[in-house]
């Protein structure tokens, strides 16, 4: 599933299959960023969401793409992230450069369609 921000963020959800540990189901966010990459620390997220309690944190190695950076940010559960969304109205994106979104949820149907997602997976292995 994906939505654009006003702020023409590009925010995608939904599950990955991980290949290193097992083959089990990971819950995602991805996150693309209009303009230029910012310099990042060592091992410092390009972006932190913030989605009811929980916190979820972005790989800091960055994906550039059509003028965008961002990357991904797993979870450690496939139904986590799409609980969180559901659960909540509103989540909340700090970037590392500084920008701040607040992305409303509450017209969010992610668990049906991440639902369909985990479907697809099981019907590709």
Same mark, same amino acid.
């Given at each position: ?27 995602? +966010? ?26 979820? #944190? ?24 799409? /609980?969180? +969304? ?9 970037? #590392?450069?500084?920008?701040?979104? /607040? ?11 991440? /639902? ?10």
């Amino acid at each position: 599933m994906q939505r654009v921000t006003e702020e023409r963020m590009i925010l995608e959800f939904g599950v990955v299959t991980e290949h290193d540990g097992g083959g089990h189901n990971l819950g995602f +966010i991805a996150l693309f960023i209009p303009g230029e990459p910012p310099a990042l620390e060592a091992d410092e997220p390009f972006a932190v969401v913030q989605i009811g309690p929980n916190t979820y #944190a972005g790989d800091p190695n960055l994906l550039e793409r059509d003028g965008y950076y961002g990357g991904y940010i797993l979870s450690d559960s496939e139904y986590r992230i799409a /609980l969180d +969304i559901t659960n909540n109205e509103e989540m909340t994106v700090q970037t #590392a450069n500084g920008t701040s979104v /607040l992305v409303d949820l509450s017209q969010s149907d992610a668990y049906a369609g991440l /639902l369909l997602a985990m479907e697809c997976q099981e019907e590709k292995s």
